[in-house]
């Protein structure tokens, strides 16, 4: 038989299990938001405990909250960091209420374990979970800031990948420098470039990607933390609304600062709006770069087959040798799912009302799902793609030098015109543009020697730089 206790709160009373370190708003919560099936992310449960620890230290130093429930807080706030007490987290991700089921699960998980420090062993609450746990807050700054952090926090993962897919991409940058292909607009033969001139491009793209998201984090080290409801600071002391974020900051090691509008900074979270965005632009550009590296790799036989992309997976259950290239494809699909997400918590930025805006609950679970979705996505496109891709040199100078693309390059002779029927005339009779060019007798071979030289017409694009080991 299973052991309850009896507990209420203003919506009425609930049997909760006797060894449940949740409580009734808890469990009330887990049967209305039944949406996900999925837990609370762990890093954002680890930063509300820091929250509530900081919280703890500062209301002690006022006096407002007693040494003993201050060290006894404490003390369940660690336990829940270190990654304790995860099965007592039974609120699902998305939630009405703006957050306020995740702060209250929280509140009764560190209220109950604190009370069980003190020597309570009947479930009964010694330290209580808004009165005490709860001191000087509300959802209103907890859950936000919680978010804030949790960006923060999941962000430096993903930037180190952004960081290692730029260096992969500098090394491949030059080590093909001198490798000649044809460039293209439009899916059409262009001009001659080279394979490093694309992977060097590439490269530049990622590390301004790096940059917007870098500076877009910027606006989560801003924190409405002390504002409790609504930004007023009602039922926060002076000292605390003055010290709470300098206490979090340093337990904490991020680099927290305390808004200066915190009616601003509660009722409006275009600031995770702006890092989404930033993110999907960034995949946006790696995902276009992914569907180059789908077409340069196209074949073998039968397509451009002017790099060759790491064999990983089967690319058929029925077409024996055939291997695709899933590695760029799984990194479109993530980026699918990035923009997806963006429009989701784009939406929930416009939906707020007044001085709160109640969508954050979904607003994190879709950035939170972003951003360790892209961290995977870039560190498999960079270990089983981007390190072992090799290039077919002699393919590519081939395809570059029957191209009729070259044609550009007699244009400053004879002009636009009469280069272009050279080309029309080469394309014609399947013939190489030197030759037409040869037989309307206006070129010495010395011209066509120069003006045709591929390694002079791929021009003076950024040099790639070696990689200091």
């Known amino acids: ?168 991409l500098e090394e491949k940058a030059y080590e093909f420098k001198d490798v000649i292909k044809m460039g293209r607009t439009q899916l059409q033969d262009a001009v001659p470039m080279t394979l490093g001139d694309t992977f060097h491009a590439y490269a530049t793209m990622v590390k301004r990607a790096y940059k917007r998201i870098e500076k877009s984090l910027d606006e989560m080290k801003s924190l409405n933390m002390g504002g409790t409801a609504i930004g007023s600071c009602i039922n926060a002391s002076d000292y605390y609304v003055d010290h709470i974020v300098h206490v979090l900051a340093k337990i904490s090691a991020l680099p927290l600062t305390q808004a200066d509008d915190l009616f601003d900074a509660t009722e409006n979270i275009d600031s995770f709006a702006a890092v989404s965005g930033a993110i999907k632009a960034g995949m946006l550009s790696i995902s276009k770069m992914c569907n180059d590296l789908r077409l340069l790799s196209s074949g073998p036989r039968c397509g451009l087959h002017e790099i060759n992309i790491p064999a990983k997976q089967n690319g058929s259950s029925i077409m024996p040798g055939k291997v695709n290239p899933v590695i760029p494809e799984v990194v479109t699909q993530v980026t699918f799912l990035v923009a997806g997400h963006d429009t989701t918590i784009m939406m929930a930025a416009e939906s707020g009302q007044m001085e709160l805006n109640a969508f954050e609950p ?64 080469a394309l014609h009779d399947g013939t190489s543009v030197r030759e037409k060019a040869e037989a309307t007798g206006l070129f010495t071979e010395k011209e066509l020697d120069t003006l045709l030289d591929l390694r002079k017409a791929v021009g003076k694009s950024s040099e790639p730089e070696a990689i200091a080991e």
């Not at 679970?365 to 961290?375: K, P, R, W």
């Not at 030098?401 to 280069?419: C, D, F, H, R, W």
């Open 1 to 168: 038989m299973v052991r309850t206790r009896l507990e209420s709160d203003s919506i009425g009373s609930m049997m909760i299990p006797q060894e449940a370190y949740y409580g009734v708003q808890s469990l009330r919560a887990n049967r209305s938001f039944r949406i996900t099936g999925q837990h609370m992310n762990s890093e954002f449960l680890k930063n509300l405990a820091l929250i509530k620890k900081a919280a703890a230290i500062t209301n002690a130093m006022t006096g407002d909250l007693s040494t003993d429930k201050a060290t006894a807080i404490e003390r369940a706030c660690d336990e829940i960091i270190s990654g304790e007490l995860k099965e007592a987290f039974i609120v699902d991700p998305i939630q009405g209420g703006a957050g306020t089921s995740a702060n209250m699960n929280m509140n009764e998980v560190i209220a109950h374990r604190a009370s069980e420090i003190l020597g309570a062993t009947d479930g009964s609450y010694l330290v209580h979970p808004n009165d005490d746990v709860n001191m000087g807050q509300s959802t209103n700054d907890t859950i936000p800031s919680a978010g804030k952090m949790t960006v923060l926090t999941l962000a430096k993962p993903m930037l180190a990948e952004f960081s290692r897919l730029y260096r992969a």
């Open 362 to 425: 979904v607003t994190f679970h879709q950035l939170f799902e972003s951003i360790t979705a892209v961290t995977g996505a870039i560190k498999t496109l960079v270990d089983n793609c981007i390190l072992d891709l090799t290039a077919n040199e002699d393919h590519c100078l081939e395809l570059a030098e029957n191209s009729t693309g070259i044609a550009t390059a007699l244009s400053p002779k004879v002009g636009y015109q009469k280069a272009a029927s050279i080309a029309k005339a």
